[in-house]
């Protein structure tokens, strides 16, 4: 094997370093490489059981889980959780949970729950397991959610089996926002209901209150036989709304899951498969994916960005989630950012309510801009420290003699010699 010179050793060490760093100071910049590579193996298996979307026809409700997590899951670190909180936990804001309910009672949320009607008791879990990624407490074994002092409104906005409706929903955000709900999370993804679902989201921009909502369903439709038979992209309510936030998942390995439903639009990725969260009852563990996952890191992050800069209104909170994401294929949630940015008097200009869905393949400006930066100034800094060690030690073999220079005619050196 070739022996590497040793001056480029010095440089390919340099260069590396230099990625770790803007690695480090950017998470989502991890996030959203991971996000762009080619779909790889699997997860492997996790012995966490699964949590439902919709309970099957005679299905019992959802039980405590046996499992307790022992370590905190990928998505800790993929979103940059532990540095975000040094900014912001969540105090003070109300995110309401329009979904199958959350279970009031549930040790990670305890104290932190207000229901409307029946919807502090949650038979499938999935809205329960939503709230304890927005809201779980921090002390937990998975690190919680992310947003891990806001306060959750628990709105049904299904059946007790799961199945949601555009009138169920519709009612749910309006409900959610006439009691102070100052970010609104919506666990369906329904394929009618547009006009009805548009003039509920339209009363909660009125009211300041943030829509977020997944981007596509969390499951494939399947055939008579009981086959996956995953639809062509549409577009599914409320997300396709304009001032909703659309989010799509994506999972260890970047990619989506193979069986996933297709996405017609979204305005951001985030963390949405292989996620770790709470049920509806003990202090056990669930496993799930799905775009519904990751819309409910996204509502965290609104929730953070809404405490830590209060005067921002609801369209400038949506607005900086995009603008602040990490560029991708789909621009990746960067909760640091969204919640660091420095708000001015342009930035902070609300923008119509259209520019907020983003076409398919396209970063927002600003997020294209930042990386722009960061990867010029990276290297700027490789190229510089390169150079050096290239041209240093060549210096000094010559003595430090320009190019081309006649060795015989130096002037001789001065002896110090008695």
Known sequence: MRRVPRRLRAVASVAAATASLLVSAFPGAAAATAYERPPGAAPGPVGLPVIPSVLASGRSCTGASPTPAHAQPWTMSALGVARVRELSDGTGVTVGVVDTGVAANVPALAGRV????????????????????IAGRAEDATGGGIAPQARILAVRGTGKNGVASPGTVAAGIRAAVDRGAGVVYVGAALTEGRAELTAAVAYAT?????????AAPDAV?????GTPSAPPARPYFPAFIPQVVAVEDFGPD????????????????APGDAVVSIG????GNYIGSGSSLAAAFVAGTAALVRAYQPRLTAAEVANRLVASAYPATKPVLDPYAAVAAVSSPAAARPTPAAAMRLPARTASHAARTRA???????????????????????????????????????????????
């Open 254 to 269: 970047g990619s989506r899951p193979q069986e996933a439903p297709n996405v017609f639009a979204a305005d951001l990725a």
């Open 372 to 418: 722009l930066v960061v990867a010029s100034v990276g290297g700027g800094l490789v190229a510089l420290v390169a150079g050096a060690a290239v041209i240093v030690p060549l210096g000094r073999a010559r003595g430090w003699r320009p190019a081309g220079g006649d060795p015989s005619k130096e002037r001789p050196k001065v002896s110090t010699s008695a």
């Open 221 to 225: 439709p399947t055939t008579v036989g």
């Open 280 to 283: 509806p009852k003990g202090a």
């Open 206 to 214: 009125r009211k300041d209150a943030v829509v977020v909502a997944p």
């Open 114 to 133: 207000t229901a409307v009607a029946d919807a502090g008791q949650d038979c499938v879990g999935h809205g329960s397991f939503a709230a304890g990624l």
